[in-house]
């Protein structure tokens, strides 16, 4: 045969494979004949593939169903042996590395965590980062049949070549993660940001899954930001689109020196890390001096609301979500009532056009190391369309 004509064949065969696993996968059951139907592809053909899947173990049969009442026939449901396979999700926070091995549900099986004050540098990084996956790939219950690693990095990040751009503690330095674990490990590494993975998540499956124009904004110990647009993800021309935490939100006493080199970054005052330099505070000192009815701190709260409403009301007209998404610890701390606060400072504030716009408060946050492990899944089950430049 021709080695062209070899490798599109094959290509071809590794694509009807892909189709036939992502249905089993996201239907959660299906028949060979709803393969068929679904797929395009010949009864003969999908009776291949799902062989092939059932030796490998990656799909199992279940319970047979009536075909249709009174045929007597019966079909055989096929499910994704999800118990079976593992990947690890990462979350790479500035002063932690958490992790789990999870199976393909995704359910945690095992976590593994690193603390450290402060990054000394990317080989401590890296070293902190391998010690907990040689922890988890000890505990994953069969090594061959892990299938990837998903970290997700409460910094700026190059999802496409997996290169690290600005981590905390570290600042930046290009360090590649990707190219280091891959080699490591022989794995597939996917890395994205903290905010774009829960936006990303969030799109897909959760509290914007019937949005598509949004913001996602977390405050935490930095800020994260992420702006969706016909339901795909906006990076920008360097990987560093959404990055609200450094928008110039504070004038005159409130206007402090960011570690950016700006002057009055909404992150000076409204991350936890920012407001301890700035300030000293703690989230808890903070709410304590206000609800003792400390001047300065009311007056100073105040502030930080008006700039938070400020810039969330200049992005919505900027970029007219039909969603804004807000999560993160500074949101709530000092006053539980902060949605309805925003809400109003920001409808009264935007152009009458853009008041469709709804406020969101997720409370709790995801476990990041299962929105990691659901990034690799994601990819596990990808058809590869690109391959063939569609
Ligand atoms: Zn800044």
Do not use: W
Request: proline fraction near 3%.
């Amino acid at each position: 045969m021709h080695p062209q004509k070899n490798t599109s064949h094959k290509l071809l065969k590794s694509i009807n494979q892909q189709k036939v696993l992502q249905l089993i996968y996201t239907a959660g059951s299906i028949s060979r004949v709803e393969l068929a139907q679904k797929t395009g592809l010949s009864q003969q053909t999908v009776t291949n593939i799902v062989n092939r899947l059932l030796e490998e173990g990656v799909v199992y049969e279940g319970e047979h169903l009536p075909l249709e009442a009174g045929s007597g026939r019966k079909r055989i449901q096929l499910y994704v042996n999800s118990s079976n396979f593992y990947v690890i999700g990462i979350e790479l926070a500035g002063k932690y590395i958490r992790g789990s091995i999870c199976d393909f549900r995704p359910e945690v099986l095992y976590s593994a965590e690193r603390r450290t004050e402060k990054y000394l540098n990317s080989e401590h990084l890296l070293q902190l980062l391998g010690e907990v996956i040689e922890e988890l790939l000890d505990q994953s219950p069969d090594v061959a049949r892990t299938r990837g690693i998903g970290v997700s990095v409460q910094g700026l990040v190059d999802s496409r070549e997996g290169v690290l751009l600005r981590t905390p503690g570290i600042g930046f330095e290009r360090i590649p993660v990707r190219a280091v674990l891959e080699q490591k490990y022989e794995l597939p590494v996917y890395l994205e940001n903290d905010a774009n993975l829960l936006a990303l998540n969030e799109n897909m499956n959760g509290s914007l899954s019937d949005s598509v124009e949004n913001i996602t904004l977390k405050f935490d110990y930095g800020i994260g930001g992420a702006i969706v647009s016909e339901k795909r993800l906006i990076s920008g021309s360097t990987f560093v689109a959404g990055e609200f935490g450094h928008v110039k939100a504070f004038t005159g006493k409130d206007a402090h020196l960011c570690l950016c080199g700006g002057v009055g970054c909404l992150t000076t005052l409204l991350s936890i890390s920012g407001l301890g330099v700035t300030t000293g505070y703690t989230l808890d000192s903070l709410a304590r001096a206000y609800h003792n009815g400390d001047e300065e701190v009311v007056r100073m709260y105040g502030a930080m609301v008006d700039a938070l409403a400020t810039t969330l009301s200049n992005a919505v007209t900027f970029l007219n979500p039909d969603r804004v998404l807000l999560t993160g610890r500074v949101l709530t701390a000092v006053r539980k009532d902060i949605l309805s606060i925003l809400t109003e400072k920001v409808q009264n504030n935007i152009p009458l056009t853009s008041r469709g716009v709804k406020l969101i408060h997720m409370e709790r946050m995801p476990d990041e190391t299962l929105l990691a492990a659901r990034l690799v899944l994601k990819h596990v089950f990808e058809v590869p369309l690109e391959a063939l430049g569609i």
